[in-house]
């Protein structure tokens, strides 16, 4: 095999890897080393050693430009992929797919089909039988959509076989976070002592670590895990409070970066302050020491006062519109909103329905007036959307005299359903899930969010002043409009405008470019004067989306303003 | 003799009613109309310690060689930010919220883009001390001759600068309006008192 020589200085990229990115390329760089090592490949000209693969960042087959990625990149599929994939064999994976679709995942760009259908594929969620192509993967590996149970089972062994995979790069770590809403909720609860007990008994090459409030979990959680799962768990590290010595340390450290005036450096370092606060007690919480810390930086000499709710809310809110990522399509969000605060009224009753289909679960019976099947899809194949819109129409027919449909809700960056290509199957989806298909705009995705990352706060006792009761009956006010959408009659072959968009390309290098040097040199500017800078046909949310790719962009996301920093 | 401070000889310089009430009489006092105030804090007081750090780096001995380089506004706006106003700013944006950390940015923006636009009107500029002769520099009783006689300027002006025509006294102005760049260049043109 012939090696061009690498040029000096291979061109940088703006895009930052993701995680995938990362394992995906040390997975596949580590088993080419080894096909190096034992002989399978043999380098007649150029420069390739297993050591510049195991241990150098100067190829990447991903979208590296030197001459030895690229050549890896092309010969990957036909002639390097036996050779990895023979080293898989004693793993026993539960699927040939891998190596395939890690490939595909690197080479493709951010947002792109192959890559939606790589992370769709890394779920288990069902393909397009183009997408199956596209990816070279045999027909029987394209996952299935049901039963239930099938589903949930694959959907472990994927994990399993990312753990077993990890050894070809570094270890996984998992973090279940905000664990406090667990306890409102038992049959989580069980499911996720259940889920550690199989990672850790199961699952090679990870760690697993839980976060959790001391209070809500030693007086919550705890009593309701079952004794056996939560004897899995290894001694917890309490993070315990701080003492005035530390205290000092954090202030100094905390303010160093702001070069706050000598005024407030004094009133800082007022040991009399100091030791109020510590009278009577040897260490205080972090959080309550910053928020002291707060209501002195304020000038406060009361703490600061509750701020109202729906300010509070603004301000996540504001913090949503600015992070599409945060956005994304996440199930457990609309699970949570169907069965809480969008329930909220007597006359509605949410229990389980997976009867009618498994694409559904949950279902709003409304007295004498609605009939509502709700399912919480990411992506599925166009045979189980014709098999969803088959069950809407009979289920339409099942209740006469009541609105009775079925709700999936939609985020931006999801396909568009139905797919244009869908040319036969289309039209007949399309009129039986008319509006049941709600697309969500840029700010419905954010609201709805923002609901969902505040009351988990709040559970958490994040949010100064306010329980998570205080905050979903806030929420229950706020949504309240949703309730009424979704109980709106169907529109029969209704087309949201928004359904028919493509989804945004993402942002041309050329404008990556150009935003980058633009905030290099103005350093701190807002979103407004970003976009009067880099003229018309620049939206916010393009400068956004092109923000996530570079890395040295930071934003600060108020309510009434975005501003963009160089971390230069 | 008639007195007038700095800050009165700027706002006779914007105000033509008080300018013609204070030629008629200096000794009657006449109120100066002030901008009625909103929620954006301007933070004046750190403007005028930032400008007046990074002036006096501009011009002090050790830096003069290397600080003479900076001749465009991206090169002197990247070492006000890296050596002054970055530190400031994170503070004022953790502290007020973005709107005011905007505001001041823009002020001190505007301020570096000014004296660049000085600077190349400065022939020969040597260093920076070719452009700023003092800054913050207390002056009192400093005879103006005018047509109308000479006038007596007291107060401690922002800076002085050298240009063509002479040295030009300038005192900074930042607007709580929406027109913060105008009301600067304004204030900054009007202001000027040729010695």
Known sequence: MTIPTPPTKPPGSVDEPTQLNSL???????????????????????????????QGSEIIIGKGSGPQSTWLRDHFIHELLPLCQQQLSPLKLTSAGWLKVLFHYLTSSPGSEIRQGCLAWLRYETLDESMVNSLGIAPGE?????????????????????????????????????????????ELLQQFGRVVVRLVNEAPN????????????????????????????????????LDIREAEELIQLRLAPFAPSEELLRQFRD????????????????????????DRWAGATTPTPKLPLDQIFDEYLSEYRVNPRRRYFDPDVFRWLVRGPLAADPEIVCSENKKETPFAELQWSVGGQAEILFGFVREMHFTQWKKVADVAEAWRAKHPGKIAKIIYFRSEELDPIPKPTWTKSGPAIRAALGSGLLVLSKEESSELNAARDLYLEAVSGNVSGYSGEDVLRFLQQRLAPW??????????????????????????????????????HEKFLSLSDTLEKLGSGTTEDLVL??????????????????????QG | MARITVTQLKHASLDKKWRAAWILDPSVPVPIARAPKNSIRVNSLLFHRLVDRFSNWLTAEPNLWSAAKLSSYEDVWDAFWNNFAKKELLGLLEQQGPQSADHLTKALKNWSQELVTKRSVTAPFKNWRSLILTSEYQFDDVPVT????????????????????????????????????????QAAEAARANF
């Open chain 1, 24 to 54: 995906a390329e040390g997975v596949l760089q580590n088993l080419v080393a080894n096909a190096i090592d034992r002989g399978l490949v043999t380098i007649v000209q150029g420069e390739l050693r297993p050591e510049q693969l195991r």
């Open chain 1, 142 to 186: 394209n996952p299935r959509s049901e039963p239930v149970d099938v589903v949930n089972n694959a959907c472990w062994l994927r994990i399993h076989d990312l753990c077993l995979l990890a050894r070809y790069y570094r270890p996984l770590l998992f973090c279940f976070d905000q664990t406090e809403d667990y306890q409102t909720n038992l």
């Open chain 1, 206 to 241: 990870h760690l697993t670590v839980v976060t959790a409030n001391q209070s809500i979990w030693d007086s919550k959680v705890v009593p309701k895990i079952e004794d056996a799962h939560h004897d899995r768990f290894s001694i917890p590290k309490q993070l315990r409070g």
């Open chain 1, 271 to 294: 040991q009399k302050w100091l030791d109020s606060i510590y009278s009577g007690r040897k260490t205080i919480p972090v959080r309550e020491f910053m928020h002291k810390c707060r």
């Open chain 1, 483 to 520: 309730r009424q959408r979704i109980l709106q009659p169907q529109l029969p072959a209704h087309i949201p405008e928004q359904e028919q968009r493509a989804p945004p390309p993402p942002p041309k290098q050329l404008f990556l470019e150009k935003l980058r040097i633009l905030v290099q």
């Open chain 1, 545 to 566: 989306e092109a923000c996530e790719k570079i890395p040295q962009i930071q934003k600060i996301a108020h309510p009434n303003m975005v501003v963009l920093i160089w």
């Open chain 2, 146 to 185: 005018t047509a109308r006689g000479i006038i007596h300027v007291a107060g401690r002006p922002d800076c002085v600068v050298l240009e063509t025509g002479g040295p030009v006294v300038v005192d900074y102005k930042l607007s709580r309006g929406a027109n913060l760049k105008t009301d600067l260049l």
